[in-house]
């Protein structure tokens, strides 16, 4: 069974930082593409950052270019989001996912459970 299980949210003023983490169990994780959304209340789950499998390459939604970074670790079968520079904007539950990787949600197959992040201003 696979499971990926998110943590780092929190509340956190405008301006700092958080790191989000998300390990995963059941699952060949170097072989799947990882990526992050995120919804807001009352919006649609949203896009934010994907990784492919090796780590090589990396795509990120505008709002959140030169703020977040991705990265991930195989050996450890977990992925990170370091979001720095954080607005109101951001608050979101964020959820990863593993798939064949882009920008559309359907083409993840595992979902975590999420985790909160409230950027207070």
Known sequence: QVHLVESGGGLVQAGGSLRLSCAASGLTFSRYAMGWFRQAPGKEREFVVGITW??????????????????????????????????????????????RGDYDAGRYHYWGQGTQVTVSS
Not at 54 to 60: A, C, D, L, N, V
Not at 82 to 90: I, P, T
């Open 54 to 99: 090796s780590g090589r390459y990396t795509s990120y939604t505008t709002s959140v270019k030169g703020r977040f970074t991705i990265s991930r670790d195989n050996a450890r079968n977990t992925v990170y989001l370091q979001m720095n520079s954080l607005k109101a904007e951001d608050t979101a539950v964020y959820y990863c996912a593993a798939g």
